[in-house]
Nanobody, 127 residues
Framework: QVQLVESGGGLVQAGGSLRLSCAAS????????MAWFRRGPGKEREFVAA????????YYADSVKGRFTMSRDNAKNTVYLQMNSLKPEDTAVYYC????????????????????WGQGTQVTVSS
């Protein structure tokens, strides 16, 4: 089992920045590929970013590429999502997710690829 706890959400003006954190604990927390998803108001949950266990491979959704950066510190069992140049359309609950594998699969952007989820943290971007 892996437990995930997100933090760092809040209210920010358009153009601002936030850094989300996801602390992992449990038997395989340091050996998991990880991802961030988000669910905006009235929308389905969507893929944001994903990274392999080593951080050597990272993918981003087109909507956040160039503005968001996902990183991880395996010594702290924590992954981060640095969000810059935020837009009102980035408003969502952001979720951290973990696979039961070191590596990302070809379907890394599907929710079903991840076995463990955090409770989410709210990000609100005002215009």
């Amino acid at each position: 089992q892996v437990q995930l706890v997100e933090s760092g959400g809040g209210l920010v003006q358009a153009g601002g920045s936030l850094r989300l954190s996801c602390a992992a604990s449990g038997r395989t927390s340091s050996n998991s590929a990880m991802a961030w998803f988000r669910r905006g108001p009235g929308k389905e949950r969507e893929f944001v970013a994903a990274t392999s266990w080593s951080g050597a491979v990272t993918y981003y959704a087109d909507s956040v590429k160039g503005r968001f950066t996902m990183s991880r510190d395996n010594a702290k069992n924590t992954v981060y999502l640095q969000m810059n140049s935020l837009k009102p359309e980035d408003t969502a609950v952001y979720y951290c997710a973990a696979r039961t594998s070191l590596f990302l699969s070809l379907s890394y952007y599907f929710e079903s690829d991840y076995s463990y989820w955090g409770q989410g943290t709210q990000v609100t971007v005002s215009s």
